[in-house]
């Protein structure tokens, strides 16, 4: 099973918001290793993430180990004005109770960075591969394979100057092997395009426009012109604001008026989207952030069309000494589901998913570091057999090359 942090930094590239449907690929530098290995164990003491009826419904021991070996990868090769690079994960879960959940876990992405006439374009492609995590799944459901495909091309000129433009066009596909869910599958199609403007001193400005079609071929629905497969489509317009504040504050912030126009009837949706960040180096040893959004995303959830989710989260990260750091967090979504084909008391309309978490991080050497890690997560849904609660204690090694 993967790990639900996890799955939630995957999903968060398909945003519709300000930014492309997926965020523009980094290329790495030449300071990553280009070989890492990792590997963890984590204790769950509820896997299932569900309640203990649906848990022995889908056969499933709450209590498990997760034993995830995994290689990650960061290559780049420049030439000239091309940088070609290869940077992901490919890894498996083994689990020591519940072997059903055992499976590959791949999130690679390929591309290139070319310098053309004072632009740079960078064309790419992304695929994921996971077991869903069971607390995106309904209680028939317990063994399901999601992927995730993209293609994405990215055009930014003028970077030295005051004016900025930039674009970006995606195409990406969601996929699931359980019959049940093959009805999520979707495709989606974006366009996004900014202007900034730095400004110096006061900060830099960018006025942002996107557009996303989301289509989800195989399920229909009764629309305003009769049967037809079940989608909608997206337009934003918004600024983004970002600027240091003296030495120790940094603080971005996008706003945005969203529309959601949907093939079913009754369904869209208007209003305004935003996400804000604040970071504070109190000292050289210690950092706080938080951060807030309100965003409208495509979902894999049964019988779910898009929902409207409100993130907040806040963490502080103090290094104890040269080798020992050490973090703590909290963070809280709330999200809600609509679709025509949504079924109330059934399907999931509403959820609440907040989570405290920890770690202690040990380097050994400039090369290898050893941490614990430590979680409680909750989870309030309006279909009661989905809330839960859970917690997770980790150890994990990494040692690149």
Same mark, same amino acid.
């Given at each position: 099973?993967?790990?639900?942090?996890?799955?939630?930094?995957?999903?968060?590239?398909?945003?519709?918001?300000?930014?492309?449907?997926?965020?523009?690929?980094?290329?790495?530098?030449?300071?990553?290793?280009?070989?890492?290995?990792?590997?963890?164990?984590?204790?769950?003491?509820?896997?299932?993430?569900?309640? @203990?009826?649906?848990?022995?419904?889908?056969?499933?021991?709450?209590?498990?180990?997760?034993?995830?070996?995994?290689?990650?990868?960061?290559?780049?090769?420049?030439?000239?004005?091309?940088?070609?690079?290869?940077?992901?994960? @490919?890894?498996?879960?083994?689990?020591?109770?519940?072997?059903?959940?055992?499976? &590959?876990?791949?999130?690679?992405?390929?591309?290139?960075?070319?310098?053309?006439?004072?632009?740079?374009?960078?064309?790419?492609?992304?695929?994921?591969?996971?077991?869903?995590?069971?607390?995106?799944?309904?209680?028939?459901?317990?063994?399901?394979?999601?992927?995730?495909?993209?293609?994405?091309?990215?055009?930014?000129?003028?970077?030295?100057?005051?004016?900025?433009?930039?674009?970006?066009?995606?195409?990406?596909?969601?996929?699931?092997?359980?019959?049940?869910?093959?009805?999520?599958?979707?495709?989606?199609?974006?366009?996004?395009?900014?202007?900034?403007?730095?400004?110096?001193?006061?900060?830099?400005?960018?006025?942002?426009?996107?557009?996303?079609?989301?289509?989800?071929?195989?399920?229909?629905?009764?629309?305003?012109?009769?049967?037809?497969?079940?989608?909608?489509?997206?337009?934003?317009?918004?600024?983004?604001?970002?600027?240091?504040?003296?030495?120790?504050? &940094?603080?971005? @912030?996008?706003?945005?008026?969203?529309?959601?126009?949907?093939?079913?009837?009754?369904?869209?949706?208007?209003?305004?989207?935003?996400?804000?960040?604040?970071?504070?180096?109190?000292?050289?040893?210690?950092?706080?952030?938080?951060?807030?959004?309100?965003?409208?995303?495509?979902?894999?959830?049964?019988?779910?069309?898009?929902?409207?989710? &409100?993130?907040?989260?806040?963490?502080?990260?103090?290094?104890?000494?040269?080798?020992?750091?050490?973090?703590?967090?909290?963070?809280?979504?709330?999200?809600?589901?609509?679709?025509?084909?949504?079924?109330?008391?059934?399907?999931?309309?509403?959820?609440?998913?907040?989570?405290?978490?920890?770690?202690?991080?040990?380097?050994?050497?400039?090369?290898?570091?050893?941490?614990?890690?430590?979680?409680?997560?909750?989870?309030?849904?309006?279909?009661?057999?989905?809330?839960?609660?859970?917690?997770?204690?980790?150890?994990?090694?990494?040692?690149?090359?």
């Amino acid at each position: 099973m993967l790990i639900r942090n996890t799955i939630l930094s995957s999903c968060a590239l398909l945003v519709g918001s300000l930014v492309p449907v997926w965020a523009r690929p980094g290329v790495p530098t030449p300071e990553t290793p280009p070989v890492t290995v990792l590997f963890s164990g984590t204790y769950f003491t509820n896997i299932a993430a569900t309640s @203990a009826a649906f848990a022995a419904a889908r056969g499933l021991k709450r209590a498990d180990i997760l034993y995830a070996p995994s290689l990650n990868v960061n290559l780049v090769h420049a030439e000239g004005g091309l940088s070609l690079f290869l940077s992901g994960q @490919a890894g498996y879960d083994i689990h020591q109770r519940n072997s059903i959940l055992d499976r &590959e876990r791949l999130n690679l992405q390929a591309g290139a960075d070319a310098q053309l006439e004072g632009c740079v374009a960078t064309p790419s492609g992304g695929y994921s591969r996971f077991q869903s995590d069971l607390a995106d799944l309904n209680v028939v459901t317990t063994k399901n394979t999601q992927e995730l495909v993209t293609g994405e091309l990215d055009v930014t000129c003028n970077q030295s100057g005051r004016l900025v433009p930039s674009a970006s066009f995606t195409q990406s596909w969601s996929y699931n092997t359980a019959q049940p869910y093959k009805p999520s599958d979707f495709r989606s199609t974006s366009g996004n395009g900014s202007l900034a403007y730095k400004a110096g001193t006061i900060g830099d400005f960018s006025l942002t426009g996107l557009y996303v079609q989301t289509l989800y071929p195989h399920r229909a629905i009764i629309g305003s012109s009769g049967l037809e497969s079940d989608g909608y489509d997206h337009y934003s317009v918004g600024i983004h604001y970002q600027r240091p504040i003296g030495g120790s504050l &940094e603080f971005g @912030a996008s706003l945005s008026q969203a529309w959601i126009s949907y093939r079913g009837i009754g369904n869209n949706f208007s209003g305004i989207t935003y996400d804000a960040s604040l970071t504070y180096h109190a000292s050289p040893r210690l950092n706080f952030s938080v951060m807030a959004s309100r965003q409208t995303l495509p979902t894999n959830y049964l019988n779910a069309a898009y929902s409207v989710a &409100e993130s907040y989260s806040a963490n502080a990260d103090y290094r104890l000494s040269t080798r020992l750091s050490a973090s703590i967090g909290a963070a809280l979504t709330h999200s809600n589901y609509t679709g025509a084909a949504l079924v109330n008391g059934i399907d999931l309309t509403a959820q609440t998913y907040h989570s405290f978490h920890g770690s202690l991080n040990y380097t050994l050497s400039p090369t290898f570091t050893v941490s614990l890690t430590a979680a409680q997560d909750q989870r309030h849904a309006d279909v009661i057999g989905y809330s839960y609660a859970g917690a997770r204690f980790g150890l994990s090694l990494s040692k690149s090359f």
